[in-house]
């Protein structure tokens, strides 16, 4: 496969997740607005910017927010310019996408585009989650039944883990430092449930935990819980699979740095235990695995994308 | 004036008419198709247009228009009613073509090593050397077996008598052969009765007769080449086309980016490491292929290829410097190439052309510039052109400037009477000048499928059938 094609799909899989995880925190950030009192709403929405790296110019409004987040075309982070550049990489790919793959992602982009803020305003939910959630899930489900399952079918999902580990991890470690943390802080349950709906979680959790909401049990199961496709540990298994494929797929010894790269950090979620990182420091842990996940992608670039010429002669 | 139902408002012109030999009276191969066209509800046709509208829409069959930004995609205006040839016509166009193709590339090959047309004055040297497509840096270089043009598309317009006659030759980078495939596939799902009853020949072998093609290029040893098309990008106005190509033939399709020259060797660099590349079908233009060689802003091209093609280790189609065919002032003298080369006389005729920087002609261009169209000589798309008897007084005397400061970048043709065909405009049949433009290949062998795109100038009078000026296009349905 061509190194540019890698490239591309890489991205299609980030950008989509990066827009479905924008438009999920801004759902449930409007959502839980209604509960809460304005200074904690205030103090949610900060954060929310703290977990995007993304800063708003000017008076923090509400409605000024949301709309900086959702169509400002001159937003790199905003919805309109995720899902935009998704399809932007995707145009460029297009013989090698199923033709199927490709209508989906054009007919999201179309109703994104054609979606005024004053209609989204009216019923943010019925843009955030069944426009934009519900197309992107299925543009999913359509690349998991029509595009063979080989190496186009693994850059994107490479593309897309990678950025549910990190942004997870993000979310986790920004949280935790603002609320303190403390185990069995039941004081700001609203602001803790909202943290488990960012990640599509409350139901799973629920269905381990109970209803008995506890910060400790919550970064157990999105840091390691083995069979949630929100967890950390589940992306990063889906990351060292992912590279696994791409690596036999290209043969030679070129892949085995990164290939032990993912290795070391499935293993490092595989047998983390929560009562030892929490003891040793959430954040501190939090940091390695977004530094592993960051020389995973550099060594990624280097191995199968950007790699000198000279290296390459075969 | 053929005063049945889907006809009333059609007009019969002093140009030839493709579907009526007069008031009322088809031409014998047409009688199916105007019958059935009379039995069709009212609406019908209609119908079945929104029906083809929609299926190029959903599968993104479209085209990029220059100079707006976004939503800048369009649908290439399709025309419901095909364009019948007979066996005969196209026999006529098939060994017209091929021997124009033969003698093109006997041309080039000739005036990059031994120039004896240039020596024996029947072509001027000077107007060899000032085109602006001749390329010094072909001189000397020996092409794989000596094709030049592997893959041309001819312009062809039928005259008022009836006689098909060459308008352009586009020996660079022909572009709509897409269309003719898109165009054939909707037509069988819109006409699929019509289309059997008829026996039409088939044109699907396209995509498998260009890799055959491309094979053929294959530099010596490289028994199992790997091919690529080079395509500018996904800004180009013909991008999908480029992949739609790639697609049928089972090739990558590679931007400059991809590709790698190193020892003169051009690699593409893939996941699994460099591989070598052995043929080129390149969509990018000369000037913009190869920064080291040529225009050093290009980003599109590759560094060093021009290198590795000189030195044989990979094959381009087209070759480089191949625009100084296509001149249109070197076209004049094609039928003087065919009877030098071949000594044949031409099948297909050319159109009248005047030079202009032959003083004589130009004297007669300036004093009639309302009833002549002047067009210049390196250009394509129908962009700096003037058609006389449509034009006004401020851009006739615009260019009677431009002609007098620069004779050579411009000839003159009469206006022609192209054919016209009819159309389905508004609700109503209408007729419409058409052209043609049947694809040819030449690699072992020369191979044309038995079809091509059939241009339409959509606006009522109009003579311009270029689809960046409003043209739309037909199937053509050749004949058994």
Known sequence: MLSRVADSLYWIGRYLERTEHTARLLDVNLSLMLDQTPAAAERRWERMQTYLAWNYEGIPQTYALVQALTFDVSNASSLVSGIGAARENARQVREQISSEMWEQLNRVYLQVKRTTMDQMWQEPHEFLHNVLKEGIHLFQGITTATLSHGECWHWLRLGQFMERAMATAILLDVHFAETGGTPDDQTNYLDWVGLLKSCTSFEAYCNVYTADIRPERIAEFLLLNAESPRSVRFAADQVAASIQAIASNTLGRRGDRVKRLAGRLQASLDYGQVDEIMADGLSGYLATIQQQCQQIHTNVYQTFISYPVETALV | ?480
Request: hydrophobic residues 40%.
């Open chain 2, 1 to 480: 004036m053929p005063d049945v139902a889907p006809f009333r408002q059609y007009q019969l012109e002093t140009a030839y008419d493709e579907l009526f030999l007069g008031p009322n009276t088809p031409r014998p191969h047409y009688r199916l198709l105007s019958e059935r066209l009379r039995e069709l509800p009212p609406d019908e046709l209609a119908r079945r247009q929104q029906a083809a509208d929609l299926a190029f829409l959903n599968q993104g069959i479209t085209f990029t228009v220059y100079g707006r930004d976004e939503g800048t995609e369009r649908i290439f205006p399709y025309d419901l009613l095909p364009r019948l040839l007979t066996a005969k016509e196209w026999d006529t166009i098939e060994r017209g073509l091929a021997q124009r193709v033969t003698a093109l590339n006997l041309f080039l090959r000739d005036i990059y090593h031994e120039e004896t047309i240039l020596k024996a004055g029947v072509v001027p040297r000077e107007l060899v050397y000032s085109c602006r497509h001749f390329s010094r840096q072909m001189r000397g270089v020996s092409v794989p077996r000596d094709r030049y043009v592997s893959i041309v598309g001819t312009d062809l317009i039928r005259l008022p008598s009836g006689q098909f006659a060459v308008l352009e030759d586009n020996l660079r980078v022909p572009s709509g052969v897409s269309y003719m495939l898109a165009n054939r596939l909707v037509m069988k799902r819109v006409f699929p009765q019509l289309f059997s009853s008829y026996g039409v020949r088939s044109i699907d072998h396209y995509g498998q007769a260009l890799l055959a093609t491309l094979r053929s290029l294959a530099p010596q040893g490289r028994s199992d080449p790997t091919i690529v098309l080079l395509t500018p990008g996904v800004f180009n106005s013909a991008y999908y086309e480029h992949t739609f190509l790639a697609r049928q033939m089972g090739v990558e399709l590679v931007e400059g980016r991809d590709l790698i020259v190193h020892d003169n060797v051009v690699y593409m660099r893939t996941t699994a490491g460099l591989r070598r590349v052995d043929v080129i079908y390149r969509r990018v233009d000369d000037e913009f292929i190869d920064p080291l060689a040529f225009r050093p802003d290009s980003v599109l091209g590759v560094a060093g290829l021009l290198n590795a093609y000189r030195a044989g280790n990979v094959a381009l189609a087209n070759a480089l410097g191949t625009g100084v065919a296509d001149d249109k002032a070197i076209y004049a003298y094609v039928p003087a190439m065919i009877k030098f080369y071949l000594d044949e006389d031409p099948i297909l005729p050319n159109v009248e052309t005047f030079l202009l920087s032959d003083d004589r002609q130009r004297q007669h261009v300036l004093n009639n510039l309302d009833s002549l169209v002047v067009k210049a000589v390196g250009e394509s798309g129908g962009y700096d052109m003037l058609i006389g008897p449509h034009s006004t007084i401020e851009q006739r005397s615009q260019f009677r400037d431009r002609i007098i400061a620069n004779p050579r970048n411009y000839i003159a043709q009469p206006t022609l009477a192209l054919s016209k065909a009819p159309c389905f405009i508004d609700g109503k049949l209408e007729s419409r000048h058409v052209d043609l433009r049947p694809y040819i290949l030449f690699g072992d062998q020369i191979s044309i499928v038995p079809g091509g795109l059939t241009r339409v100038a959509l606006r009522r009078g109009s003579l311009v059938v270029n689809s960046s000026q409003g043209g739309g296009s037909k199937d053509t349905w050749v004949l058994y």
